[in-house]
């Protein structure tokens, strides 16, 4: 199982980026995706959660400017984030809990990280 994550780049505060993530390989099925983030010299934080059903979660920090959304036929998840700021920078990693058989657990797998760099 191999997560791709893309669509990191340079913005400007205020701005907007999609990052897109889709897994591949052996797949069985997917329950719970989310990005997660990790900004210099501070530890990874989970910035939104999606589960198979479309139940959504948040960070208080990006409520009401990121929407995470996803399609479950593509195992394939989408992070839309609006008016970007300064703290938002930092290396974007998806996550995925993929079950490979009807009789195995689900194990987390990660995306490689794209990096998201909001400055002017």
């Known amino acids: 199982v191999q997560l791709q994550a893309s669509g990191g780049g340079l913005v400007r505060p205020g701005g907007s980026l999609t990052l897109s993530c889709v897994a591949s390989g052996s797949i069985y099925s997917t329950s719970d995706m989310a990005w997660y983030r990790q900004a210099p010299g501070k530890p990874r934080e989970l910035v939104a959660s999606i589960s198979a059903a479309i139940t959504t979660k948040y960070a208080d920090s990006v409520k009401g400017r990121f929407t995470i959304s996803r399609d479950n036929a593509k195992n394939k998840i989408w992070l839309e984030m609006n008016s970007l700021k300064a703290e938002d920078t930092g290396v974007y990693y998806c996550?995925?809990?993929?079950?490979?058989?009807?009789?195995?657990?689900?194990?987390?797998?990660w995306g490689q990280g794209t990096q998201v760099t909001v400055s002017s």
């Open positions: 996550t995925a809990e993929i079950s490979q058989s009807r009789t195995e657990s689900d194990l987390q797998y």
